[in-house]
């Protein structure tokens, strides 16, 4: 079953611009992971954030944590074509059960 | 050696077949999982080992059959599966959450399965 619910489904945007996916949660969180995932190929991971952190960089990425919404999002900036794909946010609750949102697949032109 | 390899990249077979898929990594992380992704679908958990132990089974159907033969192989043999079993099997890997309080997951490139 998924734990989290990824908004949006999809997104389109040119090549410079930022995107923004959001995830929601329902249980209570040791830590929440963002994937990507190329099409049809394994997943990479990008970040992970813990649930005392509210706030994470890596690179051109953002990664911001509210526990008490049961929220995360994920912020490309200056996106390039590369950045093409499916992204996943993946909770963490108990034991090594890493359950995935539905994903929001990302098309950034050209 | 961050890698996490997969065989075969492709497998076609019927449904009276027995086949297996092989993942492998030699990262000495103690966790390794079995995915099941269908298209335009998250991965699902299927089945979880923890220091070459079955820790978690997701209710897989007793047609998946995983094995860990040592801390580096995971197995998962497949037999009488149904069209509707067709999907994309991703293995992974990590360090032991009993000892890491949280890991990352590294996946292999997955393997295409077609059930005819």
């Known amino acids: 079953s998924q734990q989290g619910e990824e908004d949006p489904q999809a997104l389109s945007i040119q090549e410079g611009e930022n995107a923004t996916m959001n995830c929601s949660y329902k249980?209570?969180?040791?830590?929440l992971q963002w994937y990507r995932q190329n099409s049809g190929r394994g997943l990479v991971h990008l970040i992970l954030?813990?649930?005392?952190?509210r706030e994470k960089h890596s690179g051109r990425l953002r990664v911001t944590l509210d526990t008490s919404k049961k929220s995360s999002s994920l912020l490309i900036t200056a996106s390039r074509a590369a950045d093409t794909a499916s992204y996943f946010c993946?909770?963490?609750?108990?034991?090594?059960?890493?359950?995935f949102g539905g994903g929001t697949r990302v098309l950034v032109k050209p | 050696d961050t890698e996490v390899t997969q065989t075969p990249k492709h497998l076609v077979m019927g449904m009276t077949n027995k086949k297996s898929l092989k993942c492998e990594q030699h990262?000495?992380?103690?966790?390794m999982y079995w995915y099941k992704q269908k298209a335009k679908k998250p991965p699902e958990l299927m089945f979880v080992?923890?220091?070459?132990?079955?820790?978690i089974n997701e209710s897989v159907p007793s047609r998946f059959s995983p094995e860990c033969p040592n801390s580096s192989l995971l197995n998962l043999h497949l037999h009488a599966l149904q069209p509707e079993d067709s999907a994309l099997y991703l293995c992974?890997?990590?360090?032991?959450?009993?000892?890491?309080?949280?890991?990352?997951?590294?996946f292999g490139p997955g393997t295409r399965l077609t059930v005819l």
């Open positions: 993946a909770t963490d609750a108990t034991g090594n059960k890493l359950t």
């Open positions: 080992y923890s220091y070459e132990k079955l820790s």
């Open positions: 954030i813990r649930s005392n952190e």
């Open positions: 990262m000495g992380h103690r966790a």
């Open positions: 992974a890997s990590s360090q032991d959450r009993r000892t890491s309080g949280g890991a990352t997951r590294f």
């Open positions: 249980t209570s969180i040791n830590n």
